[in-house]
């Protein structure tokens, strides 16, 4: 089953307090009115496990439908329940 949108995946090695590499994941997810998909995306997402630490950056383009009440809910159910995880940036691509 594919998405309408795909996640592009962009990795960094980060340097932890003892000097040893980290790695690091950053999700970017761009959506426009994805309200059907972005559920499914972002659980996909948060579902990954491994010795790697991530972030989720979405540019949302001003939606017009639910996309942005669901990126919200994401975003604190991240910031809450997945202390591993940085939390999901969420930033409007423009001036809405």
């Known amino acids: 089953m594919g998405y309408a949108f795909q996640p592009k995946l962009h990795r960094q090695y980060l340097l932890n307090v003892a000097g040893e590499s980290v790695l690091k994941i950053n999700v970017i997810v761009t959506a426009y009115n994805h ?4 559920s499914q995306c972002l659980e996909s997402v948060l579902e990954q496990r491994g010795d790697f630490q991530f972030e989720i950056i979405i540019g949302d383009d001003c939606s017009t439908d639910n996309t942005r009440k669901i990126i919200d809910k994401f975003q604190q159910k991240a910031t809450v329940n997945l202390p591993n995880v940085v939390p999901l940036i969420s930033r409007q691509t423009q001036a809405c």
């Open 35 to 38: 309200e059907k998909y972005i």
